[in-house]
Every structure is written in C-alpha cells, then in structure tokens.
C-alpha cells in the first residue's frame, strides 16, 4: 500500500529524515518507535502531505508524489491521498463550537459531498464503535481527554480511509484514560485496518504491531518483528533505547 523511497527532509539546516526506504503491505501494523526527535512524527506528516519532501518519494496506493512532481501534481496527489488516509494527532483538534456528532459529519459532508442522513448514520455506527454514541450531542469540554481523542479516531474513520496514520495519540493522556484509546486502536487492527503508528506504548506495540521500525537521527536503524526487537535488538542504539525505557518503567 505504501512505498517511500529516499525519502529527505530537512528544516533549514537540520535534516530531519535522511533517505528513508519504507514499504507498508495492506492490512499490516507498523508502528514506529525511538526518542524524540528521531523523524518518526515527520515521516507520518509527509505520508500525508502535511510536510512536503525534499528529495525522493512516496507512493500510497496508485498515487505518488515526492519532491521531484510538479506543483499541480502534487496538489492533485495530495487531494487524493489524503481522500483515503486518516490520521489522529497528539492533540485531538475538535472544533469546540460542534458537538460530537458535528465534529464527525463535518468532513464526510464537506469534502465527500454526503448527505447529512447519510452522514449521522455513519457517525452514530461510528460514535457507537468507539463507546461514546451516548456522548453524540455533547460538546468536547464536557468531554475527558480519552474521550476525546475517542471522538478524533470516529472523526478520522468517518473519511472511510484504507490507510489510519497515528501519531502518538496517548502521549497527552493521563494515565488513567491512555487503555481505552489503545482499545480502539486494537479493535481497528483486528479489523484489518492498515495502520503506522508513533508511539511510546511498549506495551501496545509488542501486543498489536506486525512489525516495529525503529528510528533514530532521522534514519531507519533497525526493523523487526515485535518479539525479536524487544528481546534481542541487533543494533546498539536500539538495546540503548529499551534499557533506558526499562529504566524509566
């Protein structure tokens, strides 16, 4: 489904991501692990167009574009990537003057053109699958920060997007309301949701992930499936990286 191809990009002087090479198969689990600053969160924003690239390319689907496309190209591209991908952010991003149910249509009533019965319907199969149907006409400040990015993955889905990009969407939740995100986002991989995932749940990405990628000063230093990452990383950087996560724990 996805193919990047030495992938650059750099914000002035810094170069953020150095010649990534990705490929992601349908209905496979990446989730992308390491410290901040590692490129992982602008790899994600240059899978859908939020960053535009430097120098190489990206292909989602039958789509590509990359640094070397032209203006109108990559426009085009981009309207229709972003057509079929999700993505939840750290911050959830509602509009705080739309109920539950508003945030939801918005997108698919906008930018699919549906009509507004059409789109409760959808809304409401969606509000009910992450547990918050009951929330539908509640404003997100009476909402808990869980529920929240809860109502951002129902708004993400209600595009009906082949392709969920997170970006570590528990990392500003407390503790206590981090379980019934990743249930979520557990019930959308059993689905067979093709997902990339940035985040520091351990945990989370041993349990679901097909493959974890770590990534380190902008480069892909290591891949692997869960098992053999977490218990015997090859690379010295990556066994630096879990001893100091253990330590922390």
Same mark, same amino acid.
């Given at each position: 489904m996805i193919n990047v191809r030495e992938l650059k990009k750099q914000f002035g002087s810094q170069v953020v991501l150095k010649n990534i090479e990705l490929s992601v198969s349908e209905g496979e689990i990446v989730v992308l692990v390491g410290p901040s600053g590692s490129g992982k969160s602008t790899l994600l924003r240059c899978l859908n167009g939020l960053e535009s690239p430097d120098g190489g390319s990206i292909t989602v689907g039958s789509i590509n574009w990359g640094a070397a496309s032209s203006k109108k190209e990559k426009k085009q591209a981009l309207v229709e990537v972003?057509?079929? %991908? &999700?993505?939840?952010?750290?911050?959830?991003?509602l509009f705080p003057h739309m109920t539950v149910l508003e945030n939801?249509?918005? #997108?698919?009533? %906008?930018?699919? &053109?549906m009509s507004r019965d059409e789109a409760v319907r959808l809304a409401e199969e969606l509000l009910k699958k992450v547990g $918050?149907?009951? /929330? /539908?006409d509640e404003h997100p400040s009476r $909402?808990? &920060?869980g529920q929240q990015q809860r109502?951002?993955? @129902?708004? @993400?889905? #209600?595009?009906?997007?082949?392709?969920? $990009?997170?970006?570590e969407p %528990?990392?500003? $939740?407390?503790?206590?309301?981090?379980?019934?995100?990743? /249930?979520?986002? /557990?019930s959308l991989a059993e689905e067979g949701m093709t997902m990339i995932v940035v985040t520091h749940e351990m945990k989370f @990405?041993?349990?679901v992930a097909d493959r974890v990628i770590f990534m380190s000063d902008g480069v892909i230093v290591e891949e692997s499936d869960p098992e053999s990452f977490f218990t015997s990383p090859k690379t010295e950087r990556a066994q630096r990286f879990l001893r100091q996560l253990a330590q922390e724990e």
């Open positions: 972003r057509s079929h %991908t &999700g993505m939840v952010f750290q911050h959830f991003n939801v249509i918005e #997108a698919p009533r %906008t930018v699919k &053109g $918050l149907l009951d /929330k /539908k $909402l808990s &920060g109502v951002a993955i @129902a708004r @993400a889905l #209600a595009m009906q997007p082949d392709l969920m $990009l997170f970006d %528990t990392s500003a $939740l407390d503790p206590e309301l981090v379980g019934e995100v990743l /249930k979520v986002m /557990k @990405a041993r349990e």
